[in-house]
C-alpha cells in the first residue's frame, strides 16, 4: 500500500503539514526574509509555514528563489522541499508543469 499514488500523496502531505506556523510566525519569518532576503534559512522556513497554510504559489517563488541563488544550499533541501511540494499537489496538476518549467529554467536557463 505505501508505494500507492494516494498512499504517498498523503503521507507528504502530513509531513509538510507539520511546518504550521504558530500564531504570528509566519509574520516573523516574512519580516525577518524581508530584513534579510540573503537569508536562506529564513526563506525556506517561510517556504515551509506558506505549504503548511496552503500558500503554494508563494512558497514555490520563496523556494525557487533559494535555488537560483545556490542550487546546493544546505544540501539541494530547497529542491527537495520544492519536489516534494510537487508530489503533495499531484504531479499531473497543471501548477505542477508549470511550476516545474520554471525550475528548469532557474537550474538549467
Known amino acids: 500500500l505505501r508505494s500507492d499514488p494516494a498512499i504517498e500523496r498523503a503521507s507528504t502531505t502530513l509531513q509538510l503539514a507539520k511546518d504550521k506556523p504558530e500564531?504570528?510566525?509566519?509574520?516573523?519569518?516574512?519580516a525577518a526574509v524581508a530584513a534579510?532576503?540573503?537569508?536562506?534559512q529564513a526563506r525556506f522556513d517561510l517556504a515551509g509555514?506558506?505549504?503548511a497554510t496552503g500558500d503554494h504559489?508563494?512558497?514555490a517563488g520563496h523556494l525557487l528563489t533559494i535555488i537560483a541563488a545556490d542550487k546546493d544550499w544546505s544540501d539541494?533541501?530547497?529542491r527537495q522541499k520544492l519536489l516534494s511540494l510537487f508530489e503533495m499537489v499531484g504531479l499531473e496538476d497543471?501548477?505542477?508543469a508549470?511550476?516545474?518549467?520554471k525550475l528548469s529554467a532557474v537550474?538549467?536557463?
Open 23 to 30: 500564531a504570528g510566525a509566519l509574520e516573523a519569518l516574512e
Open 36 to 40: 534579510n532576503d540573503k537569508d536562506h
Open 49 to 51: 509555514a506558506l505549504i
Open 57 to 59: 504559489d508563494a512558497a
Open 76 to 78: 539541494g533541501e530547497a
Open 94 to 96: 497543471e501548477w505542477v
Open 98 to 101: 508549470a511550476t516545474r518549467r
Open 107 to 109: 537550474l538549467f536557463g
